[in-house]
């Protein structure tokens, strides 16, 4: 199966999945549910590093309901995913104007540019959603300031047969890859 077949695959079951999972949900009952969740990753984050204000910060691959949600204190926030465009035309539960202080952008890791380096870049259960996943490895790790932090949280096989058995039948079509966590750290290494 083609990697290109496989991720246009992906994003076409990608928009579905989000229409059927939020299609019966009430939108402030779930906006504020969500909000609660990253709420409580922004916490485990903070005695590791900062999150003040003046800081900038980068949401890549955001979907509909992403960090970015509870950054509305900060000037700075970028938040990019290809279906952004997609989310807002068909779903309840995004609209763009909700977070003026977030400037969305629609575009993949792989090509997503920004004209400077950010102090805090998450990818929140993104990366193993892309084309070209090492090609987006480099590319996210080449957004973050030197002196700046990336979070990146990712499903990863534990079971070897699982992992096997998913990269060669399309047993998970909304994640065209399928990794355990030492590939993924060697990925990331890859990219000093």
């Known amino acids: 199966m083609s990697r290109k077949w496989r991720w246009n695959t992906a994003q076409m079951a990608e928009k579905k999945w989000w229409q059927l999972y939020l299609k019966n949900k009430d939108v402030d009952t779930y906006l504020?549910?969500?909000?609660?969740?990253?709420?409580?990753?922004?916490?485990?984050?903070?005695?590791?590093?900062?999150?003040?204000?003046?800081?900038?910060?980068?949401?890549?691959?955001?979907?509909?309901?992403?960090?970015?949600?509870?950054?509305?204190?900060?000037?700075?926030?970028?938040?990019?995913?290809?279906?952004?465009?997609?989310?807002?035309k068909d779903l309840a539960h995004f609209k763009k104007a909700w977070y003026p202080n977030v400037q969305f952008v629609h575009e993949g890791l792989e090509s997503f540019k920004w004209p400077y380096l950010f102090n805090r870049v998450f990818c929140m259960n993104a990366i193993n959603h892309v084309q070209d996943i090492q090609l987006s490895f480099e590319r996210i790790c080449n957004l973050v300031k030197t002196d700046g932090y990336l979070v990146i949280t990712i499903d990863a096989h534990n079971h070897r047969l699982f992992k096997s058995l998913f990269r060669l039948l399309p047993g998970d079509i909304l994640h065209p890859h399928q990794y355990d966590l030492s590939e993924y750290k060697h990925m990331i290494e890859k990219t000093d």
């Open 32 to 88: 504020a549910w969500k909000k609660n969740y990253w709420a409580g990753l922004i916490d485990q984050c903070l005695p590791s590093f900062d999150l003040s204000p003046e800081l900038s910060i980068l949401d890549a691959g955001c979907g509909p309901a992403g960090i970015f949600m509870n950054f509305s204190h900060h000037k700075d926030v970028v938040a990019f995913d290809p279906l952004i465009n997609d989310y807002e």
